[in-house]
Each structure stands twice: as C-alpha cells, then as structure tokens.
C-alpha cells in the first residue's frame, strides 16, 4: 500500500473517531435533560429540504418565559417532546406537521401534566449567495395544546415567524436568527395568560454524521430562555 494510501486510511479512521465522539457527547447531552420545549425550534433542520426530500425528527427540550397575568409578571415553565415529519413539495420550501406531549407549570396558579400538543411549520429560502455560503431563510409555524388544571380548562395557541442565516460547510450547518415568538394561555373561569417579551434571538447548529442522519441543538433567548437537543433522519 502506498504512503498516500495508508494517510487516507488514518484520516478516515480519525473522521470516524471523532463523529462516534460527537455522536456519543450529543446522546449524552440529550439523555440528560431533567424534562422534555415550549420553544418552537427552529433547527433540524435549519435550511429548507429539496424537492422530493423529507425527514423525521424527534426533539425535547425545557423553556421559561415571563407572561402577563391581570398585569401581574409570572414566570411559566414548560417542557415538551415532539416528532417532526417534513417533507419539501417544491424546491426549498418545506413543510413540517408536529405531535407530542408538554405542560405548564408556574408554580402557584397553574401546573398541568403532560398532554398532547400538535402543530405545523413552514419554511423557505429567501437567499442564497453566490460566492459565500451564507443562506437567508424564513420560517413560520404555529403550536396548540389543551389539557386541565384543577378542573380548569386550559388552551394555549402558540405562533412563531423567524429571519435566520445559515452557515453551509460540509457537515455542519450552524445559524443564527431573530424571532418573533407569541404565546396566549387561555382558562376557563380563571384569568388568561400572554406572553410579555416577542422578539428574541435564536443561536442553534445541525449536525450530519452521515448524509441522513443529523442532530441539533438551539437556544432562544431574551423573550424566553429554551433549549432544544433532537436527532434526526432525512431521506
């Protein structure tokens, strides 16, 4: 075998070591989340599929944000688990359904079990560059969860639109974004609650072990503190 041969067999073996590294360090990160988010992420993926591409994800994470109740600020804490099927009818413009479990707690007033939630996204490229690999792409999507309080009907319409810009490097997509993030909870016979802050920033990277299977991560920050950790396989 030659010199060069035997170098691209280290390389390889080195790849490999280094994506089992990265793969393990994500499971554990993702196995060792205290709960299941009430963010909507934005990644897995960040960038819209190509026509005829799909995918499956499955995500959890944790949120806290501040609402306004009677003009009183209260802190609501939520977890949530989701599976995400995307599929792309035209070229860069993927749309996504979403099923999953979550809750709410505040710590006085309101505390849920976990219950079904479902929901839907959208999202699309407005821009590609040329000569660097800077991608603009929008997304849109909406979430809705029911579940009962002490007797207390509750219902909560989430809505978020977001303006990222994405990174394309071989492997690794990295992103970052501004959001705008409504979130209404609604009681029967009890006093509603409505999100105080809107607009946030959202930081988060994909990740390809293989050209199928990826993970991610995100945070959202300033109108709610979350993070998401997912895997994913797009096909």
Not at 98 to 108: A, P, Q
Not at 181 to 190: E, F, H, I, T
Request: hydrophobic share 40%; aromatic share 12%; net charge negative.
């Amino acid at each position: 075998m030659t010199r060069k041969g035997k170098q691209l067999i280290i390389e390889s073996v080195s790849m490999n070591r280094f994506n089992l590294f990265l793969l393990l360090a994500l499971c554990g990160g993702f196995l060792s989340l205290p709960v299941l988010t009430q963010a909507l992420p934005i990644g897995g993926l960040a960038r819209p599929m190509e026509k005829g591409h799909g995918g499956i994800l499955v995500d959890m994470g944790y949120a806290q944000r501040d609402m306004d109740q009677n003009q009183i600020t209260t802190e609501l804490r939520s977890r949530q688990g989701s599976l995400r099927g995307t599929y792309a009818l035209w070229d860069f413009l993927s749309l996504s359904a979403i099923v999953g479990l979550m809750d709410y707690d505040t710590g006085t007033n309101v505390e849920t079990t976990l219950n079904g939630a479902y929901g839907a996204a959208i999202k699309g490229l407005l821009f590609r560059g040329q000569t660097t690999r800077l991608e603009l792409t929008a997304d849109g999507r909406f979430l809705y969860y029911s579940a009962e309080d002490n007797s207390i009907d509750i219902a909560s319409w989430e809505y978020q639109f977001a303006l990222n810009v994405v990174y394309r490097a071989e492997n690794v997509l990295p992103y970052i974004g501004l959001d705008y993030n409504n979130l209404d909870v609604q009681r029967s016979g009890a006093s509603d609650l409505e999100s105080q802050d809107n607009f946030g920033v959202v930081l988060g990277l994909d990740y390809f072990v293989n050209p199928n299977v990826y993970f991610y991560g995100e945070m959202h920050n300033f109108n709610q503190d979350a993070i998401s950790l997912g895997v994913g396989f797009k096909f």
